[in-house]
């Protein structure tokens, strides 16, 4: 009986920590962002949301233990080069320049600006990653004191203005001018970088588990049932922002600033105690991803530099990184932030669901082929979302089954991963394929 408390305790901890690494700045300004540009359609854009924001990321923690726990075991298939690479762009280009200093940023707007409007950002920022710093710096115990400390009262605050916002709402969504308000939400929703967080900290859940004594089937069952309350939790706190935003359609112009909406919604909800309580979550929400992150970027570079920069060195560099570029402000971040998930997010989505089907593939043919025209068909879009002259290529993508939808990508991947089997068959000698082996239980 104690044991079985003891893991209930354990699993309800490590998916408390899960969801708030999840639940970070991007997490708590696009929901009602997305709310108020779909309006009546509100639940269309929600369902969009929640794939990108919710399904993707959890199935990115699965994916990486189904394939031996590791983001290493991910790309080993690809090459061994490709794993540094990818993963070098996903943690500067990502982590470093959008993801933790627009978590600073929107502490900054949405927090202590409200109350100390005198204060300048840096001070702000400063304060931010030397908290962050404090406690990613003990890497063996992020999750356990994320999921201890800082999540319950987040779960809380979010809860409460959840439940407000559903039976006390602000006014009525209005029909907009949106035409396709799943696939606008789907591919906003690629700016949480929640995806990506999930392959960053699988490692780290993971280990959490680990250290907490459960190995093989029952690490598994740990992670999985953390996962399912990570999920709810998301799904109930999704829902309920972007109904908010959507429940504002007609009291705010289309063009508002995503942090001053937040903050608009918030006060008009609660009044004056409203401002309290969203610099409370604010702070927090973005505290406990940032830590998360953090930590696994200094984990990456310790590994990169093969220990010639320490852990503690990598997340100092992230930081000072991180307090550099959250000076630019929210907005700033989020305008060129776009066109690098563009490129990357479409990859990293093609990656979790190899890693879901590792056992069925045939060779690692099957992911250098779906990898390759993924990455082809995202860097055409992002080129042309950065205005380069490509018509002619963009409107042959537009062609593709599922492009209305954000989907673009999806044909590409399934014909090249069925290409890239038969080439490597029929190039490669048949002892070469016993590279392609299931991993090792790891844990």
Not at 78 to 87: D, G, L, M, R
Not at 350 to 377: C, E, W
Request: charged share 10%; with cysteine; net charge positive.
């Amino acid at each position: 009986m104690m044991q079985s408390n003891k893991l209930v305790q354990n699993t309800v901890i490590i998916g408390f920590a899960l969801f708030a690494v999840f639940f970070g700045a991007g997490n708590l300004i696009f929901p009602p962002t997305i709310g108020l540009a779909s309006g009546t359609n509100w639940l269309q854009a929600l369902i969009g949301f929640c794939i990108t924001g919710i399904a993707l990321p959890l199935l990115a923690v699965i994916a990486i233990i189904n394939v031996g726990g590791k983001f290493e075991d991910l790309t080993k298939p690809i090459s061994p080069w490709f794993y540094k690479v990818f993963n070098l762009l996903l943690m500067v280009g990502i982590g470093m320049f959008v993801t933790i200093p627009r978590m600073a940023a929107t502490t900054h707007e949405l927090g202590v600006k409200t109350f100390f409007p005198q204060v300048p950002s840096i001070v702000t920022i400063l304060v931010f990653f030397a908290i962050t710093f404090y406690f990613a710096m003990d890497r063996s115990n992020v999750i356990d004191k994320i999921g201890k400390i800082l999540t319950p009262l987040l779960v809380v605050i979010l809860t409460f203005i959840v439940i407000k916002g559903i039976f006390d709402p602000i006014g009525s969504p209005i029909a907009t001018e949106l035409k396709n308000p799943f696939s606008n939400a789907f591919i906003n929703a690629y700016q949480t970088g929640d995806v990506i967080t999930g392959i960053f900290c699988a490692p780290i859940i993971i280990a959490a588990i680990i250290g907490h004594g459960y190995k093989g089937a029952a690490m598994k069952k740990v992670a999985i049932s953390a996962t399912v309350i990570a999920g709810f939790g998301l799904l109930v706190v999704y829902g309920g922002l972007l109904y908010l935003g959507a429940a504002g359609s007609g009291l705010y112009p289309k063009d508002i600033e995503s942090t001053a909406l937040v903050s608009e919604l918030i006060n008009r909800l609660l009044g004056n105690s409203g401002a309290i309580l969203l610099a409370i979550t604010i702070a927090l929400a973005c505290l406990t991803s940032a830590i998360g992150v953090t930590a696994v970027i200094g984990d990456f570079l310790n590994d990169l530099t093969n220990n010639k920069i320490s852990y503690r060195y990598g997340t100092l560099i992230v930081c000072l990184v991180g307090a550099a570029m959250g000076t630019l402000g929210v907005e700033k971040i989020i305008n060129y932030a776009m066109p690098i998930f563009l490129a990357l997010y479409p990859v990293a989505i093609v990656l979790v669901f190899l890693g879901l089907f590792h056992k069925a593939l045939p060779n690692p043919g099957a992911y250098r082929g779906a990898i390759l025209l993924t990455f082809i068909v995202s860097l055409f879009e992002t080129m042309g979302a950065l205005g380069v002259n490509i018509q002619g290529i963009l409107n042959l993508i537009s062609m593709l089954p599922f492009s209305s939808n954000g989907f673009s990508w999806l044909v590409p991947a399934i014909v090249g991963g069925i290409f890239g089997t038969v080439i490597y068959k029929l190039a490669f000698k048949k002892q070469e394929q016993v590279s392609f082996i299931e991993p090792e239980e790891k844990a």
